[in-house]
């Protein structure tokens, strides 16, 4: 394993980097970022996953980027945002130049005092609408000295250094997110809009271990009613569509990721009839979980 991977959990699944220590630094991770240009281990074509959150900054790219199954461009002025979990690998033609930022969900969390402030960035999880932004030339060097700023306070160590960087990354995902296209439709509330993406991370928290759509209603302090309300303005599906699609992407990772059959997938993910979720699967995949298993699997 390259010298990057500070610790990589060892299992049957893909690779997964549980911290990072780019920036050399002896204790616990919170932040580090690095010059793409730097580092000859990246790009890193294997798939891989992340228990941090990873940015990265392409200045110059040309190849494509696979992130939970969808392949995007990779290509000049690119912002791709990596949350933790995700499946990611991505390769290009020429040799990237720009920057990767890392940094821990504490670190994260410490940025936005509340949960409502980490619902407004719209690229930051899992069940983000689209983990990507193509900026124009102007707009990626407007944006490039707040990368600029942190480089400069993690190669000079100095005292607080940490604070500083939290603020010019601040400062960063707030730009970004002006000029993340809107995604709500049209004539949706900011209300509706924030109790979306405030569903949308409770989800993916705890798709697993919630059973109806009350549960989500309850810890939300809305009625279903409300819920599916705001779902449907906002993203034109309903709340039950959110959940089964995070199922679905569960799925897909288990199928891939391991040597687990499809009756223990099914178990895994709370279904109590194998076959049941080979239909509930194969509905909002058209394919079946074998076919998507050989058809993904060589990835591994």
Excluded at 58 to 73: I, K, R, V
Excluded at 233 to 246: D, Q
Aim: hydrophobic share 40%.
């Amino acid at each position: 394993m390259a010298s990057s991977l500070a610790h990589t959990t060892a299992t049957a699944d893909f690779p997964v980097f549980d911290s990072s220590d780019f920036s050399g630094e002896a204790g616990a991770f919170h932040f580090d970022l690095v010059r793409l240009e730097d580092r000859p281990d990246i790009p890193r074509g294997f798939p891989h996953r992340h228990n941090y959150y990873h940015l990265l900054w392409m200045s110059e790219a040309a190849g494509t980027h696979l992130l939970d199954f969808e392949t995007f461009d990779a290509r000049a002025n690119t912002v791709f945002f990596v949350s933790p979990g995700q499946l990611h690998a991505w390769a290009s033609a020429v040799r990237p130049k720009g920057f990767v930022i890392n940094f821990s969900t504490e670190f994260f969390v410490q940025m936005f005092p509340r949960s409502d402030d980490i619902a407004q960035y719209p690229f930051f999880h899992i069940a983000s609408d689209a983990p990507v932004l193509y900026l124009d030339q102007a707009q990626h060097d407007e944006l490039l000295p707040l990368l600029l700023e942190m480089e400069k306070e993690m190669l000079g160590r100095a005292e607080a250094r940490l604070d500083i960087v939290r603020s010019y990354l601040l400062v960063l995902l707030t730009r970004l997110r002006r000029l993340y296209p809107a995604r709500a439709a049209d004539g949706a509330s900011p209300q509706s809009y924030s109790l979306t993406k405030r569903f949308k991370l409770l989800i993916d928290q705890h798709y697993l271990d919630f059973g109806p759509l009350r549960d989500y209603a309850e810890r939300l302090h809305v009625t279903e009613r409300q819920l599916n309300d705001a779902v449907k303005r906002t993203l034109g599906k309903t709340a039950g569509e959110l959940v089964h699609e995070r199922l679905v992407l569960e799925a897909k990772r288990l199928l891939c990721n391991t040597d687990m059959g499809v009756a223990e997938i099914a178990f895994h993910l709370h279904f109590e009839d194998h076959a049941y979720f080979s239909r509930f699967f194969k509905k909002r995949t058209q394919l079946t979980p074998g076919e998507f298993k050989k058809r993904y699997g060589t990835f591994r």
